[in-house]
């Protein structure tokens, strides 16, 4: 295990090594639902909650279940089976308990099961040798980065709407081209600290 | 070899582990039981399976609210008032409630989903709305791209309608189409035929049910159709009458023309139909010999670009350029309105702008 504050590498997630805009992972629903705030909000919320309990429920799986049978190398077929039945269950949760939270959030929860960056947190903290704790907060720190580069890029994209964007780059290729102005904006808070 | 064994065991394990418990929560999270539906404080109890739309329940029990987009909270119109139950007003919902009507607790019954027994009061007249099962006697090619469609009903065998109304017309699954909708179309049939249903509909580029009837639909064929539904109709009075109506929206109009020739009625009827050009023009013979049975009637055809070809001698501009030059002698009229959301809203806005109260102003939207 390494020896980092679970603080310093909450902060990391979230600035200096972004998952979006320095991984690129999650893109597709990066791209799809960045039209409106107000939809992007909802997404990157149920990514936060969705990251961070799956880093912790896979960290689980993987140390206590995967190491002692000596199978860590089925970890990804295990981790998408885990985040799938996890999204699933939380859906049928939310469902009962709050039609509302359903509206709002329930709907993005299918658009995240095969969402990369959630499969990608998962990996990276046991690429890189997380704790529990340390997972946990890696999880939740990713989900709040990515929250964060979406909304940003929501509101940049209604701004775009209503100005005149050259007729073969409307759409997603200006989209991919912020994303990319963004991604080297995230990269002035890299020299601030480096964790891998 | 055993390793083999061992590795199938955890990961079939696992697998097995979390498909028990998202088994369990379908089972006993995700389970509503039957719930009871209560309308109109007694009326009529329905017992249906919970979890589904409160909209498709209704439906599937033969109470037919009416709907045109077929559940997907686009158009507003499958409003009901719960009295108990339902939670709370959802996002989906508020852009169609007013807020009294929030108050009053109406909600859209297709974003409604039943969790618990339900209280709700619809209006009686909803029970007389049926589905009736028919055979198409008759397609005429109108336009490049308007037929009308005529259905014999045979089961129930008759309907009482008003005439101006609309019916829904259900698309079976056909081509890609994998899954059956309904779609709304107004009647172009007067409430004297009791027998037939007739319909004209416009080929929408890509519209599921437009392209069905056009390009799939054959005479003989069965289908279903629901209603009648809608507030569409001619209100009694004495006032002058000004109908306008684009493409299809000629349809309530074709009914209410005949309702008046039977009543050999001498009230004031000027039709105003916009068109493309000669082309888009249809049932003129039609018109021309309402004009000679009722003796206050006129038919206004206008093109918008007539084609060379045409010669047109007639009105030219945009339909609401056409009603707009009446000035304001329509102030003392009735205004009935069918077509496009775009159409009626700029109509309505030259009508009232020449002294037509909002009151004396009804329309059918397409949506």
């Given at each position: 295990?390494?020896?980092?504050?679970?603080?310093?590498?909450?902060?990391?997630?979230?600035?200096?090594?972004?998952?979006?805009?320095?991984?690129?992972?999650?893109?597709?629903?990066?791209?799809?639902?960045?039209?409106?705030?107000?939809?992007?909000?909802?997404?990157?919320f149920?990514?936060?909650?969705?990251?961070?309990?799956?880093?912790?429920?896979?960290?689980?799986?993987?140390?206590?279940?995967?190491?002692?049978?000596?199978?860590?190398?089925?970890?990804?077929?295990?981790?998408?089976?885990?985040?799938?039945?996890?999204?699933?269950?939380?859906?049928?949760?939310?469902?009962?308990?709050?039609?509302?939270?359903?509206?709002?959030?329930?709907?993005?929860?299918?658009?995240?099961?095969?969402?990369?960056?959630?499969?990608?947190?998962?990996?990276?903290?046991?690429?890189?040798?997380?704790?529990?704790?340390?997972?946990?907060?890696?999880?939740?720190?990713?989900g709040?980065?990515?929250a964060?580069?979406?909304?940003?890029?929501?509101?940049?994209?209604?701004?775009?709407?209503r100005?005149?964007?050259?007729?073969?780059?409307?759409?997603?290729?200006?989209?991919?081209?912020?994303?990319?102005?963004?991604?080297?904006?995230?990269?002035g808070?890299?020299?601030?600290?480096?964790?891998? | 070899?055993?390793?083999?064994?061992?590795?199938?065991?955890?990961?079939?394990?696992?697998?097995?582990?979390?498909?028990?418990?998202?088994?369990?929560?379908?089972?006993?999270?995700?389970?509503?039981?039957?719930?009871?539906?209560?309308?109109n404080?007694?009326?009529?109890?329905?017992?249906?399976?919970?979890?589904?739309?409160?909209?498709?329940?209704?439906?599937?029990?033969?109470?037919?609210?009416?709907?045109?987009c077929?559940?997907?909270?686009?158009?507003?119109?499958?409003?009901?008032?719960?009295?108990?139950?339902?939670?709370?007003?959802?996002?989906?919902?508020?852009?169609?409630?007013?807020?009294?009507?929030?108050?009053n607790?109406?909600?859209?019954?297709?974003?409604?989903?039943?969790?618990?027994?339900?209280?709700?009061?619809?209006?009686?007249?909803?029970?007389?709305?049926?589905?009736?099962?028919?055979?198409?006697?008759?397609?005429?090619?109108?336009?490049?791209?308007?037929?009308?469609?005529?259905?014999?009903?045979?089961?129930?065998?008759?309907?009482?309608?008003?005439?101006?109304?609309?019916?829904?017309?259900?698309?079976?699954?056909?081509?890609?189409?994998?899954?059956?909708?309904?779609?709304?179309?107004?009647?172009?049939?007067?409430?004297?035929?009791k027998?037939e249903?007739?319909?004209?509909?416009?080929?929408?580029?890509?519209?599921?049910?437009?392209?069905?009837?056009?390009?799939?639909l054959?005479?003989?064929?069965?289908?279903?159709?629901?209603?009648?539904h809608?507030?569409?109709?001619?209100?009694?009075?004495?006032?002058?009458v000004?109908?306008?109506?684009?493409?299809?929206?000629?349809?309530?109009?074709?009914?209410?023309?005949?309702?008046?020739?039977r009543?050999?009625?001498?009230?004031?009827?000027?039709?105003?139909?916009?068109?493309?050009?000669?082309?888009?023009?249809?049932?003129?013979?039609?018109?021309?010999?309402?004009?000679?049975?009722?003796?206050?009637?006129?038919?206004?055809?206008?093109?918008?670009?007539?084609?060379?070809?045409?010669?047109?001698?007639?009105?030219?501009?945009?339909?609401?350029?056409?009603?707009?030059?009446l000035g304001?002698?329509?102030?003392?009229?009735?205004?009935y309105?069918?077509?496009?959301?775009?159409?009626?809203?700029?109509?309505?806005?030259?009508?009232?702008?020449?002294?037509?109260?909002?009151?004396?102003?009804?329309?059918?939207?397409?949506?």
């Amino acid at each position: 295990m390494v020896e980092i504050n679970p603080f310093v590498i909450l902060f990391a997630a979230i600035f200096t090594n972004n998952i979006l805009l320095s991984n690129y992972l999650g893109m597709c629903s990066f791209l799809a639902v960045s039209r409106e705030v107000k939809a992007s909000y909802g997404l990157g919320f149920a990514v936060i909650f969705v990251m961070t309990a799956t880093t912790a429920l896979n960290w689980l799986v993987y140390f206590y279940m995967l190491v002692p049978a000596g199978l860590e190398h089925f970890w990804y077929i295990i981790f998408i089976v885990v985040i799938a039945a996890f999204v699933q269950l939380v859906e049928i949760l939310i469902e009962k308990i709050s039609p509302v939270l359903y509206i709002n959030l329930g709907i993005f929860l299918p658009l995240i099961t095969v969402n990369c960056a959630i499969m990608g947190a998962s990996l990276f903290m046991i690429i890189r040798g997380y704790d529990f704790l340390q997972s946990v907060a890696y999880g939740f720190g990713a989900g709040v980065g990515w929250a964060l580069a979406i909304v940003a890029m929501a509101g940049i994209r209604q701004r775009i709407a209503r100005s005149n964007v050259p007729a073969p780059l409307a759409g997603a290729g200006i989209a991919l081209i912020i994303a990319g102005i963004m991604s080297l904006a995230f990269m002035g808070f890299s020299g601030m600290i480096q964790v891998q | 070899m055993i390793e083999v064994f061992i590795s199938m065991g955890v990961i079939g394990g696992i697998g097995a582990i979390l498909a028990v418990v998202l088994e369990l929560a379908d089972r006993y999270i995700a389970n509503y039981g039957e719930c009871a539906v209560d309308i109109n404080d007694g009326t009529r109890t329905l017992t249906v399976e919970g979890g589904g739309s409160l909209l498709g329940s209704l439906v599937a029990e033969g109470i037919f609210i009416p709907s045109a987009c077929g559940g997907r909270g686009s158009c507003g119109y499958c409003k009901v008032k719960i009295a108990e139950g339902g939670g709370p007003v959802l996002p989906t919902e508020t852009s169609w409630l007013t807020p009294q009507e929030q108050k009053n607790n109406m909600r859209l019954s297709c974003q409604v989903k039943i969790r618990e027994d339900l209280k709700i009061h619809i209006p009686p007249e909803l029970f007389l709305i049926k589905e009736y099962r028919g055979r198409v006697t008759r397609i005429t090619t109108l336009t490049h791209d308007i037929k009308e469609v005529r259905i014999k009903l045979l089961e129930p065998e008759a309907i009482e309608f008003q005439t101006g109304q609309y019916m829904q017309l259900t698309v079976p699954e056909y081509g890609d189409v994998e899954e059956s909708v309904y779609r709304a179309y107004s009647l172009s049939s007067p409430s004297f035929e009791k027998d037939e249903v007739e319909f004209i509909i416009r080929l929408v580029p890509e519209g599921i049910c437009t392209t069905w009837v056009h390009q799939f639909l054959k005479e003989s064929d069965e289908v279903t159709v629901n209603g009648p539904h809608g507030e569409f109709f001619l209100r009694d009075s004495d006032k002058p009458v000004i109908m306008i109506a684009g493409g299809s929206g000629l349809a309530p109009f074709k009914g209410m023309l005949r309702d008046l020739a039977r009543q050999h009625s001498t009230r004031k009827v000027t039709f105003f139909f916009g068109a493309v050009s000669q082309r888009d023009l249809y049932h003129r013979e039609l018109m021309a010999e309402l004009e000679k049975e009722l003796p206050n009637f006129k038919f206004v055809p206008a093109l918008s670009k007539p084609a060379e070809e045409d010669r047109w001698q007639g009105e030219t501009g945009l339909i609401t350029d056409v009603v707009g030059r009446l000035g304001e002698d329509i102030a003392g009229s009735q205004a009935y309105l069918c077509g496009s959301p775009g159409m009626i809203d700029a109509c309505i806005a030259v009508l009232t702008k020449n002294g037509m109260p909002q009151a004396e102003i009804f329309y059918d939207k397409f949506s």
